[in-house]
């Protein structure tokens, strides 16, 4: 047994860009995020000068004006005032229009983000998308877009102020004094220094985060979703402890990274605190050495100030950045996952309607990271011919159908549809002809009818002509009975996932909805939940007239289905071994004769 490949990409846990890749990338992949982004820079430069406006204001006033040689001059005083508040309200004008422009940009460019990315989850076959727990798929389209907004949003601009901030202060600083600037730069470049590795830990500790994030969300939706069946089985105690161990470990990653910050974080203040001491002892000698005046040294505390407090916040920063770098990563690994079954659009062959012939040609197939379970399966189902696949469950009846519908594409050898290829037929096209009519068909929260109506092909008919077409098919089906039993007929509510109805009731809307799919190949995964007899009757006759003069290719759990069908395959770890009609099979006296045998004895 040899697999060459195998089928389903993997969706990687991130993506492996580096930080300052992993910014660009994301910009390229939402660039309405840059939309405007010179006003708003312009703007946050304007913003950013606004900031010195009170230590030169300080200065000025001082040295100037209440200090000016030729005693306080009270009208300079006043302009110098007045100009200063200006220029604040100016300032602080040109920063709420920095928040308001980002706010904008920001939005629209994550909101296409998340399009962007829910889609391509979307378009990535079940295949690929079972690699990853669902609510950890879900928390990368929104909590982990989430993060990406925040920093945009406030990291972004601070960043961008502070260091606008850093650069206006050191210029004014040495202006008023080189000396005292060079041990402020002193003092402050030995904590950049031991940043940047801290900052390697931080973006370590909140991919981690993110990725526990991911992994208790997964964990809450399963146990959500499979309720009933925690419930059943009084298994409530171990899942709860299983969404304790995904919860404290979400905390324990937090915590780490957290006390990763605070350690950053309290070194930058100490920093900050020493800084402020030293500029006033060197400050006060040179002030007495005449090297320096009282409103420059003042305000040189002022611009200490202004240079600190970017440099603390950096941080705080950082640590929104490694978040969002760590959100961004996972949102990118996802638009990253190649498409394993890619649909050729308008390129691709348009399937004429009409009666459905299907060929098998040497089909292999492997699911990810299995065995092969299909190892070249030939087989020939004509048109308008009812074909039941029959074996031992795992023999690889499922992993058929799904090939025939296109679910996936075998790792080897071809699926044709009236001798193409499947994988050069539109999607859109192979949608019209071929439909998979699941065991348990999905249903979605709504009417009887809406759930029916999912199987109508034409997406602009109205309302009207959708009410016509569903009582049509319930008239057709056989169903008009059941419908007028149900307690709001057709506009009956399903519930969520169809709870509300009886699982022989979800099977009939299940029909429906294939029924006015108008397909030219079905196929039909039998039910095999048991139901009343008269379900089963009315089921039977739905099915009768579903099938009727179409091609169907029915995964059988029952043999009585095999013994209805035109044509019986017989599947057996992964090869087909018989092909043939019910009679011809019997009279052979092989694996479905025996099969056969063994189920007329225990039934009949
Ligand atoms: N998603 C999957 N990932 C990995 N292996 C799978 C997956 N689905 C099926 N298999 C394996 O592939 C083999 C064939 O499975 P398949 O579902 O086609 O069997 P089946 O004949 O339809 O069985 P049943 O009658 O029980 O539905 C089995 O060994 C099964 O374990």
Redesign the pocket.
Known sequence: MSTTTQAGARIASASSLGVLATLRRGVQVSPEILDGLWVTLALAVAAALGRVVVPIAVQQTIDTGIGAESGPDATRVAVLVSVAAVLLVGAGLCSALVNVRLFRSTEAGLASLRVRAFRHVHDLST?TQ?TERRGALVSRVTSDVDTISLFVQWGGIMLLVSVLQIGVATVLMAIYSWQLTIVVWACFVPLFLVLRPAQRHVNQAYTDVRARVGAMLGAISESVVGAETIRAYGVGARTARRIDAAVDATRGAMVRAQKLVAVVFSSGVLVANLVLAVVVVLGSYLGVAGDISVGQLLAFLFLVQLFTGPVQMATEILNELQNAVAGWRRVLAVLETPLDVVDPGADGVVSPRGPAHVRLERVRFA??D?PE?LHGVDLDLPARTSVAVV??????????AKLVTRLMDPTGGRVLLDGVDLREVRGSSLRERVVLVPQEGFLFEGTVEENAAYGLRDGSASDDERRARVAAAVARLGLTDWVADLPDGAGTQVGQRGESLSAGERQLVALLRAYLAEADLLVLDEATSAVDPAAEVRIARALATLTAGRSTLT?A?RLSTAEAADLVVV?DA?HVVEVGSHAELVEADGVYAHMHAAWVSQTR
């Open positions: 295949l079972g699911y990810p299995g379970v074996g031992a469950t795992g023999s690889g009846k499922t992993t058929i995964i759990h599947v992964g």
